[in-house]
């Protein structure tokens, strides 16, 4: 914890490195793409070496099974990885691009150089991949880099702050770790580009502070992203996709589905098949869920009670309770939970809930459900399941998210060849692959004449001349 006489201390520290950085990306921006990848390959090889460490930190954090350290931490940030290296060298070269015939005799061209000095600040959620990940990106278009990782996961943000220091000098990539104080200092600095993951609040706090320098921002946020089933739906496996997408990290997870819209003909068989799902993946043998290895807790005890508050509110307003909720404050520990009758005057169908509660609405018509989805602030995802083709691109077609995925959960975040984002509310930009390197890359347009000028459109405006120039308007 930081004490009454350490902000001002780390402040100067802040500024200092921040100058270090500064004074050494030009530097970095030349680097060729054989340099940057061998720092990427750096970081390969640090986390292959230390995988038990990175398990075992978010363990101590919150309990997250090493599995899901894997699939939700490791996979993705491998796949990035490998991605990025395989195309490094060609995002890097020079774009040609047409030259228009009222141009004849020049060529155009678009470089990718980097914005120089870049802030990231990661959530608690996925401490260990929001953090690297998007380093990874910022290395390989030629960034200076300092990342502020959350301090609800400490043991992770301290893993992260060792193998920073371990793989680059200060200058190049530094971390500082501690509470939101240390995010407000340093979105005070002058960053060139802030990529920030996190709720929609502190996102426009941290657009706010970016305004302030004209800095670019990357902005991965959240809401209530919904999922549709349909009649004409695999009721099993839907039942198990969402089972699984809404109880993976204990709920925790950006793009989980945050609410269903069922329709009323498959209501009662889909509930149950989702019970079985529930009760498969974390109590096969009849254990309570509370001891199965598989599950993650809470992050912590104010999360705990935020998230308890949302089901006590709903429970209060007439929801009723399809499955679980059994809840242990002394291990952050809440039941995958099923709501009916829910309604939206309650606040778990208003606020994100990032928690393994999950409400099921029903709907008559396509239509009725489409309007309950665009009542509200675009979501980061839209999940559809169903088997009618014409029936999904209808949806498609009259909704707006950042991502959709149809007759699965969660895939978006795994292809690196998909822009992965919000949309306004649920975020600004993108990122995955060659759309994260354009994030961090300023697309510099280079206009070459070759031969020829436009001597004869100069001034003095003679009729001759803006003869020319209404020629030039009519037929280029």
Same mark, same amino acid.
Request: charged fraction near 20%.
């Given at each position: 914890?930081?004490?009454?006489?350490?902000?001002?201390?780390?402040?100067?520290?802040?500024?200092?490195?921040?100058?270090?950085? /500064?004074?050494?990306? &030009? +530097?970095?921006?030349? %680097?060729?793409? !054989?340099?940057?990848?061998?720092?990427? $390959?750096?970081?390969?090889?640090?986390?292959?070496?230390?995988?038990?460490?990175?398990?075992?930190?978010?363990?101590?954090?919150?309990?997250?099974?090493?599995?899901?350290?894997?699939?939700?931490?490791?996979?993705?940030?491998?796949?990035?990885?490998?991605?990025?290296?395989?195309?490094?060298? /060609?995002?890097?070269? &020079? +774009?040609?691009?047409? %030259?228009?015939? !009222?141009?004849?005799?020049?060529?155009? $061209?678009?470089?990718?150089?980097?914005?120089?000095?870049?802030?990231?600040?990661?959530?608690?959620?996925?401490?260990?991949?929001?953090?690297?990940?998007?380093?990874?990106?910022?290395?390989?278009?030629?960034?200076?880099?300092?990342?502020?990782?959350?301090?609800?996961?400490?043991?992770?943000?301290?893993?992260?702050?060792?193998?920073?220091?371990?793989?680059?000098?200060?200058?190049?990539?530094?971390?500082?770790?501690?509470?939101?104080?240390?995010?407000?200092?340093?979105?005070?600095?002058?960053?060139?580009?802030?990529?920030?993951?996190?709720?929609?609040?502190?996102?426009?706090?941290?657009?706010?502070?970016?305004?302030?320098?004209?800095?670019?921002?990357?902005?991965?946020?959240?809401?209530?992203?919904?999922?549709?089933?349909?009649?004409?739906?695999?009721?099993?496996?839907?039942?198990?996709?969402?089972?699984?997408?809404?109880?993976?990290?204990?709920?925790?997870?950006?793009?989980?589905?945050?609410?269903?819209?069922?329709?009323?003909?498959?209501?009662?068989?889909?509930?149950?098949?989702?019970?079985?799902?529930?009760?498969?993946?974390?109590?096969?043998?009849?254990?309570?869920?509370?001891?199965?290895?598989?599950?993650?807790?809470?992050?912590?005890?104010?999360?705990?009670?935020?998230?308890?508050?949302?089901?006590?509110?709903?429970?209060?307003?007439?929801?009723?309770?399809?499955?679980?909720?059994?809840?242990?404050?002394?291990?952050?520990?809440?039941?995958?939970?099923?709501?009916?009758?829910?309604?939206?005057?309650?606040?778990?169908?208003?606020?994100?809930?990032?928690?393994?509660?999950?409400?099921?609405?029903?709907?008559?018509?396509?239509?009725?459900?489409?309007?309950?989805?665009?009542?509200?602030?675009?979501?980061?995802?839209?999940?559809?399941?169903?088997?009618?083709?014409?029936?999904?691109?209808?949806?498609?077609?009259?909704?707006?998210?950042?991502?959709?995925?149809?007759?699965?959960?969660?895939?978006?975040?795994?292809?690196?060849?998909?822009?992965?984002?919000?949309?306004?509310?649920?975020?600004?930009?993108?990122?995955?692959?060659?759309?994260?390197?354009?994030?961090?890359?300023?697309?510099?347009?280079?206009?070459?004449?070759?031969?020829?000028?436009?001597?004869?459109?100069?001034?003095?405006?003679?009729?001759?001349?803006?003869?020319?120039?209404?020629?030039?308007?009519?037929?280029?």
């Amino acid at each position: 914890m930081l004490t009454e006489t350490q902000p001002s201390v780390q402040r100067n520290d802040f500024a200092a490195t921040f100058d270090r950085q /500064r004074r050494h990306a &030009p +530097q970095m921006a030349l %680097t060729t793409a !054989s340099e940057r990848i061998e720092r990427i $390959r750096r970081i390969q090889r640090w986390v292959v070496a230390h995988q038990a460490d990175i398990e075992q930190a978010m363990y101590d954090d919150f309990r997250k099974p090493p599995a899901e350290v894997m699939m939700g931490e490791l996979m993705a940030l491998n796949g990035e990885i490998r991605h990025t290296i395989r195309h490094l060298k /060609r995002w890097m070269k &020079p +774009q040609r691009v047409p %030259t228009p015939i !009222s141009l004849i005799g020049t060529t155009s $061209r678009i470089v990718h150089e980097p914005k120089g000095n870049v802030l990231i600040i990661s959530p608690w959620n996925y401490p260990f991949v929001l953090s690297i990940r998007p380093l990874v990106s910022a290395l390989a278009a030629g960034n200076v880099v300092i990342i502020k990782p959350s301090e609800l996961t400490p043991n992770t943000a301290g893993l992260i702050s060792r193998m920073i220091a371990e793989l680059f000098p200060a200058d190049e990539v530094t971390v500082f770790e501690g509470d939101a104080t240390v995010s407000t200092a340093l979105l005070e600095l002058p960053f060139n580009h802030i990529f920030f993951t996190g709720s929609p609040a502190v996102g426009r706090i941290v657009m706010a502070a970016a305004a302030k320098h004209l800095a670019s921002v990357t902005l991965e946020l959240g809401g209530k992203s919904p999922a549709i089933v349909d009649e004409s739906a695999n009721l099993g496996q839907a039942a198990g996709q969402l089972a699984w997408g809404k109880c993976l990290n204990n709920g925790q997870t950006c793009i989980a589905p945050d609410y269903l819209l069922v329709h009323e003909s498959v209501k009662a068989p889909f509930v149950e098949a989702l019970r079985n799902a529930m009760v498969s993946m974390y109590s096969p043998d009849g254990k309570p869920v509370e001891a199965s290895d598989s599950y993650a807790r809470i992050v912590n005890s104010n999360h705990f009670r935020r998230v308890k508050a949302l089901f006590d509110d709903a429970l209060a307003k007439g929801a009723t309770v399809a499955l679980c909720g059994q809840m242990n404050e002394a291990d952050n520990f809440i039941a995958p939970t099923l709501l009916e009758t829910v309604t939206d005057e309650m606040r778990v169908m208003q606020e994100e809930i990032f928690g393994p509660i999950l409400p099921i609405l029903t709907y008559r018509t396509l239509d009725d459900a489409l309007r309950t989805i665009n009542q509200r602030e675009k979501p980061l995802a839209l999940y559809i399941h169903s088997r009618d083709r014409q029936r999904t691109q209808y949806i498609i077609d009259r909704t707006s998210a950042g991502d959709t995925v149809v007759n699965d959960t969660l895939l978006q975040f795994g292809n690196v060849e998909l822009p992965f984002g919000g949309v306004n509310n649920s975020g600004l930009g993108k990122s995955n692959g060659f759309y994260s390197f354009q994030e961090f890359s300023n697309q510099r347009g280079i206009v070459k004449r070759l031969f020829g000028t436009l001597r004869p459109i100069y001034p003095p405006y003679t009729n001759r001349v803006e003869k020319t120039i209404a020629f030039l308007m009519r037929y280029f």
